[in-house]
């Protein structure tokens, strides 16, 4: 009797255990499967492909190295840092200037292809961010634990879900909400087109010394594991490391090597005491790579209605 009990009890366990596997592959089609969850744990199956896109990067020893697939991955770094800082976070997440549909759509994209999740999952977990920046209910202070603040947040359940209550306002662009759901096809599509491009050039200009598999390698799993740890920085360095010039009630810093490595937001201590900001360097000095870029744009008419800093915190010191 013991006996049976015991085994019905394994194979329960090992049934949950299994629709817990299948569910978390499931989620890697459909993110919008995730459903809402208080587990704070690490779920080990989500984490088998960020490790694989990490241990990815060792094929550089097979596949070797050429200046053509070196620029490759610096212009692949540099063009999504700016998706992500420009729009991810200071548009999508904090709507600090306005810009034509077409556009949102192709550099929602281009933030997509950085394997950081959709537009959605990113600004709403954000938003958060700022409303409990450093509190309890931040998911991912790092008060609660400097890894967890860098990459143990976004791997474990509970922050698995898009939170579409925080981004109500995005929900009515289907496109949006299609990258959003299928957050893996754009990175898939940039993976394969590193791998033709590489193949086409092989093929063509056989004098740049690369090929397919190398332009995959540098292109894709290197730039994006560099591009992935940088943005991270914002999270656990960012409100560790640096000088406070506001005293706002979080742990933010300015910081400007950080600033340098992702365009500009390591003025983060700048950005929590006036989020609203398109600029996050608030002096001349503050080097903001995103802020130039945009200002850019806006000469051109692809951006508008960029909103500045009050003067009265430009000169303030703490
Ligand atoms: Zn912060
Ligand atoms: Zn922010």
């Given at each position: 009797m013991v006996g049976i009990t015991l085994l019905t009890r394994t194979n329960f366990t090992g049934n949950r255990f299994m629709k817990q596997i299948l569910t978390t592959i499931a989620v890697w089609f459909d993110s919008?499967?995730?459903?809402?969850s208080e587990d704070d744990r690490i779920d080990w199956v989500r984490v088998f492909p960020f490790v694989v896109m990490h241990l990815a990067c060792l094929a550089i020893f097979?596949?070797?190295?050429?200046?053509?697939?070196?620029?490759?991955?610096?212009a692949l770094y540099a063009l999504r840092m700016f998706?992500?800082?420009?729009?991810?976070?200071?548009?999508?997440?904090h709507r600090s200037f306005v810009t034509s549909r077409p556009i949102q759509f192709l550099f929602a994209a281009l933030g997509a292809s950085s394997v950081q999740r959709g537009p959605l999952w990113w600004a709403a977990h954000h938003r958060r961010h700022h409303r409990y920046s450093d509190e309890s209910q931040d998911s991912h202070s790092p008060r609660h634990g400097f890894w967890h603040s860098h990459l143990g947040w976004f791997l474990n359940r509970r922050n698995l879900r898009t939170r579409t209550e925080e981004v109500n306002e995005l929900l009515r662009y289907p496109e949006l909400v299609w990258l959003d759901r299928f957050d893996l096809v754009v990175p898939i599509f940039l993976a394969c087109l590193c791998l033709l491009t590489g193949t086409l050039m092989e093929a063509f200009a056989p004098g740049l010394g690369t090929n397919g598999p190398q332009v995959l390698v540098w292109g894709f799993f290197v730039s994006t594991v560099i591009l992935y740890h940088a943005t991270f920085t914002i999270n656990s360095l960012a409100h560790r490391l640096g000088s406070q010039r506001f005293p706002t009630r979080d742990d933010s810093r300015n910081n400007f090597f950080l600033a340098l490595l992702t365009f500009g937001e390591g003025w983060h201590n700048n950005h929590h005491r006036y989020p609203g900001s398109v600029r996050q360097g608030f002096r001349w000095w503050e080097i903001d790579m995103t802020y130039?870029?945009?200002r850019m744009m806006a000469s051109v008419g692809l951006v508008w209605d960029l909103r500045g800093v009050p003067e009265r915190l430009r000169g303030r010191q703490r």
């Open positions: 919008w499967k995730a459903k809402e097979v596949v070797g190295v050429s200046p053509a697939a070196v620029i490759i991955a610096i998706a992500i800082t420009a729009f991810y976070h200071r548009y999508f997440s130039y870029l945009l």
